[in-house]
């Protein structure tokens, strides 16, 4: 079973990518007891977030790493 | 966190809004059927964000408030066997019973243990192998296929002292059951994103081909929630009711086809017992002939008895949206979350724990 280490805000659980085979290092995906069920389009959930950017808002933050 | 603060901005959440405020002219009845959104909506106010007339109703799903009263009750039985190691969920252990709850009976010497996810109690059972272990597997969509997962993860392992108490939910029959109902008030729904995350739009396109009602497929944090909203309000006072997708970043229209494949193999639909509400055609799943070894309630002698709840407590309305936690006279009073009388007060997706942590201050005592 494939496996990812992944961060959430400061605590990293590992998670099985059985049902997200695609995702990769740095991705963002969404976790249900363990396994990862969706990789969150980066372009969608970014509409709202370039916004805020632009007016320095946000806090910059480390992606997820892969074992 | 990234694409977590952004969809809890409060400028956005007011923008938003007003732009409801706007484009509502009468009143309107939504319904988001996800526990864990009503406890958004409870923790950030949303609803006092709205118009008075948009009014939100709660739905029915809070996984551990609908898992039926003798499933429960099975646990805690099978629990209490000295060669039974019962896993389970956090939020399952103080849910109550008909007689105690899987904390008093763990108090009383029985090995509960609470997993985070269900490979863990595939581990447990492997370095156990004199006892037998139980797996409480209970959910929505969502959760349906990690625990197909572990089924099949024992099988093919050859595990011969695992087994599954297995009581599992589908959201389309239950809002198709509300429909139905007399007493439905509801005019539009916020389906619930993570289980479309799993099986996709499709089966939401039937119940508006057949109740003429608009569903928008929504998210969890308040900035999903409030455009949710939105959409319905605008398909509502257009006339119109057709299926959106508020939830593009997590969901799409056909949904994770590996997790519906796991889900396929080892659970099969069946009619099931909601907490509450009573038993709903072809609203559940239940394990295949083919893990028929996996299931606790073949492996194990267990009566079939039917209980009642406690007369106070009227979860069952609660849980259709029929009424509020706050119209419950037990409410904060005689149930609180240290001392439940019903399941919607004791996880964190149940209206009336929603209620008690953040609404507390509007009922005058
Ligand atoms: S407040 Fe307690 S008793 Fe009343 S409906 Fe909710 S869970 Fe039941």
Known sequence: ?67 | MKYLDEYRDQRIARALASEIVQRTTRPWVLMEICGGQTHTIMRYGLDELLPRGIELVHGPGCPVCVTPLETVDKAIELALRPDVILVSYGDMLRVPGSRSDLLRAKAQGADVRIAYSPTEAVKIARSNPDRKVVFLAIGFETTAPANAMAAWQAKREGLTNFSMLVSHVLVPPAIRALMVSQTNRVQGFIAPGHVCTVVGCKDYEGLIRDFRIPIVVGGFEPVDILEAVLMLVRQLEAGEAKLENQYVRSVSYQGNLPAQQIMAEVFEVADQKWRGIGSIPQSGLRLREDYSAYDANRIFDLGELTVDEPAECISAQVLQGLKKPTDCPAFGMRCTPENPLGAPMVSTEGACAAYYHYRRHAVAT
């Open chain 1, 1 to 67: 079973m494939r496996a990812a280490r992944v961060q959430f805000g400061g605590i990293v659980r590992q998670v099985s990518l059985s049902f997200v085979p695609e995702a990769g290092l740095g991705d963002y995906v969404m976790v249900h007891v363990g396994f990862a069920i969706s990789r969150v389009d980066s372009l969608e959930a970014e509409r709202t977030y370039k916004l805020l950017e632009e007016m320095g808002a946000l806090e910059p933050e480390l992606p997820p790493a892969e074992e």
